[in-house]
């Protein structure tokens, strides 16, 4: 079953107007992960948050991070066409034993469009 | 670096056919991860492999699925017989020891009639 959550399935907006997706999940994570999907291309890694932070920075993009709701959220201000795609969180879960299984669960995705 | 190579990236094949997807993964990466992607599933991981040792593949739907690493810079994800539920875009995606980032492939859509 899926790990993550995904809220809203698709979202549509403006250019330069801000997006914001978030991301539920269920069990303790050593790090949680955003990848963006362009139609019919693989996926691309735009930013990592680990469990011990709390928000986290790069260019356009936002993410924050609560551990004690299970949730992230991923804000990409001044949007531009070009960030039409489907946004992914994937979170890598942490061991009993608290160290990473070494492999990501992905959401179901959330459907970007910015319109010109 | 070209990044990880599939082929590949489109099948078409008819229902009891043998299919092999291929894999090469960015150079000296030590992991290597197949999923599928379907509209219903969503993003699925099918099996992974750490040093070209399959780690988990509690994902590998039934049998009819195998997969191989023969070696680091090669790996193959086979279905035999195919299936027309098999119909999916399949990814093979990597990543080095030091880092969490994985990076995909472009995918290769397989349809199975």
């Known amino acids: 079953s899926q790990q993550g959550e995904e809220d809203p399935q698709a979202l549509s907006i403006q250019e330069g107007e801000n997006a914001t997706m978030n991301c539920s999940y269920k069990?303790?994570?050593?790090?949680l992960q955003w990848y963006r999907q362009n139609s019919g291309r693989g996926l691309v890694h735009l930013i990592l948050?680990?469990?011990?932070?709390r928000e986290k920075h790069s260019g356009r993009l936002r993410v924050t991070l609560d551990t004690s709701k299970k949730s992230s959220s991923l804000l990409i201000t001044a949007s531009r066409a070009a960030d039409t795609a489907s946004y992914f969180c994937?979170?890598?879960?942490?061991?009993?034993?608290?160290?990473?299984?070494?492999?990501?669960?992905f959401g179901q995705g959330t459907i970007l469009t910015v319109h010109p | 670096d070209a990044g990880v190579i599939q082929s590949p990236r489109h099948e078409v094949t008819e229902m009891g056919q043998e299919v092999t997807l291929r894999c090469k993964p960015i150079?000296?990466?030590?992991?290597l991860f197949w999923y599928r992607q379907t509209m219903m599933r969503g993003l699925e991981l099918l099996i992974y492999?750490?040093?070209?040792?399959?780690?988990?593949d509690s994902g590998m739907p039934e049998d009819r699925f195998s997969a191989k690493m023969p070696n680091a810079s090669f790996s193959t994800l086979k279905i035999q017989p195919s299936e027309p539920r098999d119909s999916a875009v399949y990814f093979c995606?990597?990543?080095?020891?030091?880092?969490?980032?994985?990076?995909f492939g472009p995918g290769t859509r397989l349809t199975v009639l």
């Open positions: 995606a990597s990543r080095h020891d030091s880092t969490d980032t994985q990076y």
């Open positions: 069990t303790s994570i050593n790090n």
């Open positions: 948050i680990r469990s011990n932070e």
């Open positions: 994937a979170t890598d879960a942490m061991s009993a034993g608290g160290t990473s299984y070494g492999k990501l669960t």
């Open positions: 150079s000296g990466h030590d992991y």
């Open positions: 492999f750490n040093n070209n040792v399959p780690i988990d």
